[in-house]
């Protein structure tokens, strides 16, 4: 504000909340001034017990520190030195590079491909030497997230000496139901260490305190190098009665969450690519131009964090996130050439993929409408067929048909060469026919759960996607060459939105709907994003995954 002559400005910057202490908090907190001559528990026991009840695990697995950066920071002195690998993807955690220097160890940084780790390229990058994988999950700064199928294939790949790391800190605002919670799926394997934190979604960045939960002997080597009473009575107080708010945390976070997936679309609109998040946060990936679209947002009141190849913002209050996006649009009317770097897809591609990801988000509404729902009728057949299909039948190839698709865009996206690459099967596929077969009687929340895992893997490949990506072309053995839209459009949303249409048909043929039952429709009322992952959860906790 001094130095631009502002009368106010927001601070967007460094990924805290925008409330103010839970409920209880501050009084706690108050409560233990009195004794500050004395030291705090050493250990943060109560806190350790506290949580590891929480999460389901023995104390002896868990280790409290200065907020989950500083147990990294102790992980690094613990386990990595001269001579070992430390590997990561690139861009990341800032704090990753700088622990791997101060442990003396080699840092290894994987780049990153459409704003998401390398799965295939974090494994190779693996080796005998490698005593570290540090995995950000949402990553920090670029707000996407691995599934459980990726961290199970680098966690099951990682070598025997290895410590794979699994930084949770921004859990709490993950609502994608194939993004897994690392310490219920892994807190019995040997090779991995998750971390938490309290700082985001607790409000208590400012008493710094965090965890770690992993094997007990990993604990104990972590404990070794801690710096003494580094969590301190106000943090030990603070945390304990942030515990007691379970339900306003969840109401916060939704707040949070409503807030950032609707700047998302607002921003794509504008014409700013963004990748979906994950997180409490935007990822601006401005390339070179990510200093000066910072001092220029500043210059407008908006504190943002600029970093290598683009510019972190975080979610604010309503107005303060409206302010953000006023500046925006300001700093691209006054300077358009700040987004010839840009790494995502800018300009008429960017409300491309705006447009797409609103009908896709479309579709899975309507979809989840069908949950519950009984569907007695058939499908009209197709045209110039006999062939129908019962509510089953509809809901197997859904399920089934998302991941191929998807494999085969990105397959036309990775080619070497710009020419449209051939793709794609037709209707009379045999796998198709006996996925269709093998899963018409199955559970649909359990399709359900399989669908709105491969939607959100293709909404985040259209969000990250780059302008020249958005040029790419495929040829179809019966229907020839396709554009990008043509592509989206039938094998893709198109091709979820054509389902939706059949269970609605079946519906309305239905006797129930004829009888004065209602059909659903695009506007259904549906659970809210964060009741939808609980129910959806648990049926892809059995393990039942995209084939």
């Not at 949070?256 to 998302?264: L, P």
């Amino acid at each position: 504000m001094a130095a631009y002559g502002l009368d106010s400005a927001v601070k967007l910057a460094s990924n805290e909340t925008p409330f103010g202490p839970l409920p209880g908090v501050a009084d706690a907190v108050s409560a233990v001034l009195g004794g500050i001559n004395r030291y705090a528990d050493h250990t943060a026991d109560a806190v350790a017990r506290c949580f590891a009840h929480r999460v389901g695990v023995d104390r002896d697995h868990v280790a409290v520190g200065p907020g989950a950066v500083g147990l990294l920071e102790q992980l690094a002195l613990a386990v990595a030195g001269p001579g070992d690998e430390v590997v990561y993807p690139w861009p990341s955690f800032i704090a990753y590079p700088q622990f791997t220097g101060l442990a003396g160890a080699t840092p290894v940084a994987v780049p990153l491909v459409r704003q998401r780790f390398d799965t295939d390229a974090v494994i190779a990058a693996m080796s005998e030497r490698t005593m570290l994988v540090l995995l950000a999950n949402p990553n920090n700064p670029t707000s996407t997230a691995l599934t459980a199928t990726e961290l199970d294939r680098i966690v099951d790949a990682a070598p025997e000496q290895c410590l794979v790391v699994i930084d949770e800190a921004y859990r709490e605002f993950v609502t994608d139901v194939s993004v897994p919670d690392a310490i219920a799926r892994y807190a019995d394997r040997p090779n991995v260490a998750v971390l938490r934190s309290m700082s985001k979604a607790y409000g208590l960045a400012g008493l710094r305190v965090g965890f770690l939960v992993a094997d007990p002997l990993v604990i104990a080597a972590v404990d070794a190098c801690a710096t003494p009473f580094g969590v301190n009575a106000a943090g030990q107080a603070g945390a304990l009665a942030a515990f007691e708010q379970d339900d306003e945390v969840r109401r916060r976070c939704a707040i949070v969450v409503a807030e950032r997936d609707r700047v998302a679309r607002a921003l794509r609109h504008l014409g700013v690519g963004v990748p979906v998040s994950h997180g409490n946060f935007w990822w601006l990936a401005a390339g070179s131009g990510a200093h000066p679209l910072a001092e220029a947002l500043e210059r407008r009141g908006v504190v943002t964090r600029p970093l290598d190849g683009g510019v972190r913002v975080t979610v604010g209050t309503p107005a303060e996130n409206d302010r953000f996006l006023a500046a925006l649009e300001a700093c691209l009317n006054d300077a358009p050439d700040l987004l010839s770097g840009w790494t995502i897809a800018t300009g008429q591609q960017a409300q491309r993929a705006a447009r797409w990801l609103d009908r896709l988000e479309s579709a899975m509404t309507r979809l989840a409408s069908h949950l519950d729902r009984e569907h007695p009728g058939r499908t009209a057949p197709v045209p110039g067929e006999d062939e129908t299909w019962d509510a089953g039948q509809v809901w197997a190839h859904v399920a089934e048909f998302g991941q191929y698709w998807l494999g085969q865009l990105t397959a036309i996206l990775d080619a070497a060469s710009t020419e449209p690459v051939p793709f794609g099967r037709t209707r009379r596929d045999a796998g198709r026919i006996e996925a269709i077969e093998r899963g018409r009687h199955d559970d649909p929340a359990e399709h359900l759960a399989v669908v709105t895992a491969s939607a959100g893997r293709l909404a985040e490949l259209l969000a990250g996607m780059t302008n020249e990506d958005w040029e790419r072309a495929g040829v179809h053995e019966t229907l020839g060459v396709m554009d990008l839209d043509d592509q989206l459009r039938h094998f893709h949303v198109g091709h979820y939105e054509e389902h939706a249409d059949q269970l609605d048909s079946i519906l309305h043929r239905s006797p129930a709907t004829q009888a004065g039952a209602p059909a659903p429709s695009a506007s259904a009322p549906v659970a809210s994003p964060l009741e939808r992952r609980d129910a959806l959860w648990r049926s892809l906790d059995s393990g039942r995954e995209p084939p």
